[in-house]
């Protein structure tokens, strides 16, 4: 069990602690900080060009098939009225 220092206030603990006992910042040990970067598996550029560019232009695409679809439905149910009368 090795003594590191707080990424926060510098205090010297354990590196199996959840959270500091001078400041209270959770994640304070290597071990704990390990298993939270771990959860956190996006992050950074590749999140930022998904979020800004990915998202909307699928938005976009959906939105589009969605005007098509509707439009040439609407079409057909003219076609089909004029073929039935």
Same mark, same amino acid.
């Given at each position: 069990? @090795?003594?590191? !220092?707080?990424?926060e206030c510098a205090t010297e603990i354990s590196e199996n602690v959840d959270s500091c006992p001078r400041c209270g910042i959770i994640g @304070?040990?290597? !071990?704990?900080?390990v298993s939270l970067d771990s959860l956190n598996v996006v992050s950074g550029t590749p999140t930022i060009v998904f979020g800004t560019i990915v998202i909307p232009a699928a938005g976009a695409a959906l939105a589009w098939f969605?005007?098509?679809?509707?439009?040439?439905?609407q079409e057909y149910e003219k076609l089909r009225a004029l073929a039935i009368d």
């Open positions: 069990m @090795a003594l590191i !220092k707080c990424k @304070a040990g290597r !071990k704990s900080r969605t005007f098509v679809y509707y439009k040439n439905s």
